[in-house]
């Protein structure tokens, strides 16, 4: 039987969680007008301090690489983040609990109809400084220029200063920004598919990690994260599958 008090010391041993919530993917969490997050990662977040019965202090970053910096650093208890094996040198992942597609968005006049015509020399590519889709196109761009953006959400607005001649990032949010800015289209289809996971400091404990990895299980089981999902609206994510044990 799982003691629950001594997983919640290994996972938060200030006695309090400190959750690390990126409000700049706007598919999972969000910032209201009083400054207050909400979203998914948020209800997660919730869910998960109380069945640890600790109290939630939430962290709420612009960017995804800010509050990686807060895991990795310790100064979180527990953050949500897209899978990428950087990231896993200070981090230890969960299974993902949702899937969410990243696109390229491109002028209408582009000739590119094509994501594997985008990897050319001539080519810059707009993404947001330390994100998934950062960290991933760092790798599989061979050939075409990375122009990081301060932020994902600002990569829209880089890209129409005009900078750069494509822009990647979370497909929703850039289909978003085709819908109300005239002269932009997306490519068909995704460049990758984003495992977004939950994620505790390395040197938590292997309980403290096999205890999470069961709380995400269980909240998908559950059903949990597909009402939060319906209940936010959330368009562009996907319940991701279970685990087989």
């Known amino acids: ?29 969000h910032k209201r007008a009083d400054g207050s997050g909400a979203g998914v990662s948020v209800d997660l977040a919730t869910r998960m301090a109380a069945q640890l019965g600790l109290s939630l202090d939430l962290q709420l970053f612009e960017a995804a690489a800010h509050s990686v910096d807060a895991v990795t650093q310790g100064q979180a208890d527990v953050g949500f983040f897209a899978v990428d094996p950087v990231r896993g040198a200070g981090i230890g992942f969960s299974a993902p609990y949702v899937l969410i597609e ?15 015509q985008v990897d050319v020399a001539e080519h810059e590519v707009v993404v947001g400084q330390g994100s998934a889709y950062d960290l991933y196109l760092s790798r599989a761009l061979k050939h075409a220029r990375i122009l990081r953006a301060p932020t994902s959400p600002a990569v829209v607005d880089v890209y129409l200063q005009p900078q750069g001649d494509v822009a990647a990032g979370v497909k929703v949010q850039l289909e978003a920004a ?11 289809g995704h460049f990758m598919l984003i495992q977004q996971a939950m994620g505790l400091p390395k040197g938590r404990g292997e309980a ?21 999902l319906a209940q936010h609206q959330v368009q562009g994510a996907v319940v991701a599958p279970g685990v087989q044990r």
């Open 208 to 228: 403290a990690l096999q205890w999470l990895a069961a709380f995400v299980e269980e909240a998908k089981a559950s059903g949990f994260v597909a009402q939060a």
């Open 102 to 116: 990243g696109a390229y968005m491109v002028r209408s006049d582009s000739a590119l109809r094509d994501n594997a």
């Open 1 to 29: 039987m799982t003691d629950l008090s001594a997983i919640a010391s290994l996972i938060a041993p200030t006695g309090r969680l400190r959750a690390a919530i990126n409000v700049g993917n706007p598919v999972l969490a």
């Open 178 to 188: 085709v819908a109300s800015h005239p002269g932009l289209r997306m490519l068909p």
